[in-house]
């Protein structure tokens, strides 16, 4: 399954394009980066709307 913020529907089929386990575990750390920016963010407007 695929998700862009254009476009929040997923595709009714999932589909994949890893290659092998290294590849899963670059992208398990795109993710956990992503998340952490996220977070990041999410703690900047929270200190933005708390003053």
Same mark, same amino acid.
Request: a negative charge.
């Given at each position: &399954? +695929? /998700? +862009? /913020? @254009?476009?929040?529907? $997923?595709?009714?089929? $999932? +589909? /994949? +394009?890893? @290659?092998?386990?290294?590849?899963? %575990?670059?992208? #398990? =750390?795109?993710?956990?980066? &992503?998340?952490? %920016?996220?977070?990041? #963010?999410?703690?900047?407007? =929270? =200190?933005?709307?708390?003053?």
């Amino acid at each position: &399954m +695929s /998700f +862009s /913020f @254009t476009n929040p529907r $997923p595709d009714p089929e $999932p +589909s /994949f +394009s890893f @290659t092998g386990p290294a590849d899963v %575990e670059e992208r #398990l =750390r795109e993710i956990a980066d &992503m998340a952490q %920016e996220i977070l990041r #963010l999410v703690a900047e407007v =929270r =200190r933005h709307i708390s003053n």
